[in-house]
């Protein structure tokens, strides 16, 4: 499986941005997919996960601000992110996990700057 992330970028605080990420080279119905985030210094931490029957689970941190969801016809997974704040400054990283091998593979990252 291939993931390719897109929509990081610079946003001033309270703004918004949706990540995106397409999946490529299996089956995408049959993964969990999950976004997690590494700011500098700090340790990965999961931000979102979806099943792929799409029920969802988030860091209390982005409870509220962030959404996840995804589009199997399109293989990708998406991340709304409303509400930014300069803590969400970050390299978001797509994850997926298949149901049954528990196989997970990682996208290359999109980095997310919150200017304040």
């Known amino acids: 499986v291939q993931l390719v992330e897109s929509g990081g970028g610079l946003v001033q605080f309270g703004g918004s941005l949706r990540l995106s990420c397409a999946a490529s080279?299996?089956?995408?119905?049959?993964?969990?997919m999950g976004w997690y985030r590494q700011a500098p210094g700090k340790q990965r931490e999961l931000v979102a996960r979806?099943?792929?029957?799409?029920?969802?689970n988030y860091a209390d941190s982005v409870k509220g601000r962030f959404t996840i969801s995804r589009d199997n016809s399109k293989n990708t997974v998406y991340l709304q992110m409303n509400s930014l704040k300069s803590e969400d400054t970050a390299v978001y990283y797509c994850?997926?996990?298949?149901?049954?091998?528990?196989?997970?593979?990682w996208g290359q990252g999109t980095q997310v700057t919150v200017s304040s």
């Open positions: 979806i099943t792929s029957g799409g029920s969802t």
């Open positions: 080279g299996s089956i995408f119905s049959i993964y969990a």
């Open positions: 994850n997926a996990v298949h149901i049954l091998t528990t196989t997970t593979y």
